[in-house]
């Protein structure tokens, strides 16, 4: 099963080329993924530390898949299996299936720069997605923290 996100486009000339444009590609969710968005806030207080090296050690050791980060709308991704149930156990979280699209940006963007809004904290490879109990213990870990 290919479950890197380029899977869940027709095209990967499209990603290419938005890439090319961008630095972002505009992807459906629900096809080869799902994703979980996640406060920042959220994510560092699971992680105790907003440092980004830290933050990135903590998502490397609890999340095992891909991991993108928003700095404009201060939200973080986590890509799970597509057809995931919702893992909505935050009232700040928000389940992406189908019927939504996910800014990817290119894969060599993981580290934030002033020229790209987004960054992957954990970037994708083609066969690891995030294990939705990890998304569930990364939220109680927040909320138990808090």
């Given at each position: 099963m290919n479950t890197h996100p380029l899977a869940a486009v027709l095209s990967a000339y499209e990603v290419q080329e938005?890439?090319?444009?961008?630095?972002?590609?505009l992807v459906p969710c629900g096809h080869a993924?799902?994703?979980v968005r996640m406060?920042?806030?959220l994510v560092h207080t699971a992680a105790r530390?907003?440092?980004?090296?830290?933050v990135r050690i903590y998502l490397t050791h609890t999340l095992h898949g891909p991991v993108l980060t928003d700095r404009t709308t201060h939200?973080?991704?986590?890509?799970v299996?597509?057809?995931t149930p919702?893992?909505?156990s935050h009232p700040n979280t928000r389940h992406l299936g189908t019927?939504?699209?996910l800014g990817l940006p290119r894969p060599d963007l993981t580290h934030p720069t002033t020229h790209h809004r987004c960054h992957w904290i954990i970037p994708p490879d083609r066969h690891t997605l995030c294990p939705p109990q990890a998304i569930t213990a990364l939220l109680h870990q927040a909320t138990t923290t808090q």
């Open positions: 938005q890439w090319l444009r961008r630095s972002i590609a993924f799902d994703a406060p920042t806030d530390t907003r440092e980004p090296e830290q939200h973080h991704y986590a890509l299996p597509p057809n919702p893992i909505e019927n939504a699209y």
